[in-house]
């Protein structure tokens, strides 16, 4: 089984600056990496998937880069609603798919 | 328009079974894997399985197997987990979802149910 671990747990950034988050695989996942955003109390969104396209009628500040087993997701300016929980998760391993256990952004 | 509709929020006793289910439209039901993932409360999201509504071929995933099983009926577009025993550690919030396609993820998610078992 693929493990993804996602760092940080907590990213605390001021609205308007830039976020990173990141996301290793235990093993090669090629480019097959996805990132949600869930807010509370919903499901999750698919934001990227293929470790960099956008998902349908997701703004231009969301951002995925990597390959392999390194990938990371920008926000490339804070604004209120992005202060939630995001996981990755590999759709490399037909059909033992996995998450991150998730990384909360909150205000600094 | 692709929605997923979940039915609503069960509370069951342990050692009881229960089946809930996910309602697809505005798409070939078909044709597209339905995926399961579960999230206990405060905690992050689980992979259980998928399964493909054609032809009811499933996986699951290691830590779910034998414990859960999947279905569907395409003659009505809806998607099936059950348990036969449900245990205290069952309770959480179950989400279905759609694979969008070959080589894709989950592209489109139902909006839970909340499963909660106590005696």
């Known amino acids: 089984e693929v493990v993804l671990t996602q760092s940080p747990a907590i990213l605390s950034v001021s609205p308007g600056e830039r976020a990173t988050l990141s996301c290793r695989a235990s093993q090669s996942v090629n480019n097959n990496l996805a990132w949600y955003q869930q807010k509370p109390g919903q499901a999750p969104r698919l934001l990227i998937y293929?470790?960099?396209t956008r998902a349908t009628g997701v703004p231009a500040r969301f951002s995925g880069s990597g390959s392999g087993t390194e990938f990371t997701l920008t926000i490339s300016s804070l604004q209120s609603e992005d202060f939630v929980v995001y996981y990755c998760q590999q759709h490399n391993n037909w059909p033992t798919w996995t998450f991150g256990q998730g990384t909360k952004v909150e205000i600094k | 328009e692709v929605q997923l509709v979940q039915s609503g929020a069960e509370v069951k006793k342990p050692g009881e079974s229960l089946r809930i289910s996910c309602q697809s439209s505005g798409y070939n039901f078909a044709n597209h894997w339905i995926g399961w993932v579960r999230q206990v409360p405060g905690k992050g999201l689980e992979w259980m399985g998928i399964?493909?509504?054609?032809?009811?071929?499933?996986f699951y995933s290691p830590s779910f197997q034998g414990q859960v099983t999947l279905s569907a009926d395409k003659s009505i577009n809806t998607a099936y987990l059950q348990w036969s025993s449900l245990k205290a550690s069952d309770t959480a919030m179950y989400f279905c979802a759609r694979r969008g396609g070959p080589g894709s993820t989950l592209d489109y998610w139902g909006q839970g149910t909340l499963v909660t078992v106590s005696s």
């Open positions: 399964i493909f509504p054609d032809d009811s071929d499933a």
């Open positions: 293929g470790a960099s």
